[in-house]
């Protein structure tokens, strides 16, 4: 059973960065058929895609975010990690990673596994 | 990126009766389109995808249909475990987006 667990601090000042790790068991992160994913959820419930990331490293991430984000995989722990620098008040969420299939034709599966979600408020 | 609209905003209905939810896309998605459920506290569960793809244990009460830009999502009669919340999520063209989310309720 696959499970996905985030951590990180719950309070972050403005204009820091956010920094967030998912620990994932019940399957090898370096799985060339998974690839991960950091989703966020606004206090009035809407969903935002922030990036993914394969175990090699690449990665993509949503244009909306891109200039701020950075995504990182060890493979040594079976985890991977969100960076996400000059934060605001805007960047207040609960902040869940997830995972989907990948495959051999290049093909994304939707979010299959997800965490339970950190709540991250900026706030000074 | 593709704007997902999801209406209504809230479906009041009473358990055993059908539920019907809609999903509309800026621009079509082909059928790349996935259905989340998401009860308070939890995180979204994936339900169904694709050309109604359900995923393990969905109950057949759940169906999908549509294509393009217009979707739904039935439920054709409610059990008490249904009353949450459902996304919809194109993915077709990065950056994947997510409707605004419809709050199924007790009526």
């Known amino acids: 059973q696959v499970q996905l667990q985030e951590s990180g601090p719950g309070l972050v000042k403005p204009s820091q960065t956010l920094s967030l790790t998912c620990n994932v068991s019940g399957v090898s992160i370096s799985s060339d058929n998974h690839y991960w994913t950091w989703v966020r959820q606004y206090p009035g419930k809407g969903l935002e895609w922030i990036g993914y990331?394969?175990?090699?490293?690449?990665?993509y991430y949503n244009p909306s975010l891109e200039s701020r984000v950075i995504m990182s995989v060890d493979r040594s722990k079976n985890q991977f990690s969100l960076n996400l620098a000059s934060v605001t008040a805007a960047d207040t969420a609960m902040y869940y990673c997830a995972g989907g299939h990948y495959s051999s034709f290049g093909d994304f599966s939707p979010f299959d596994y997800w965490g339970k979600g950190t709540l991250v408020t900026v706030s000074s | 990126e593709i704007v997902m609209t999801q209406s209504p905003a809230t479906l009041s209905v009473s358990p055993g009766e059908r539920a019907t939810l809609s999903c509309r896309a800026s621009?079509?998605?082909?059928?790349?389109l996935a259905w989340y459920q998401q009860k308070p506290g939890q995180p979204p569960r994936l339900l169904m995808y694709g050309d109604s793809t359900r995923t393990t244990g969905l109950p057949a009460r759940f169906s999908g249909s549509g294509s393009g830009t217009e979707f739904t999502l039935t439920i054709s009669s409610l059990q008490s475990e249904d009353f949450a919340i459902y996304h919809c999520?194109?993915?077709?063209?990065?950056?994947?987006?997510f409707g605004q989310g419809t709050k199924v309720e007790i009526k």
């Open positions: 990331i394969f175990h090699a490293g690449s990665s």
């Open positions: 999520q194109q993915y077709h063209i990065w950056p994947w987006t």
């Open positions: 621009q079509t998605v082909s059928t790349n």
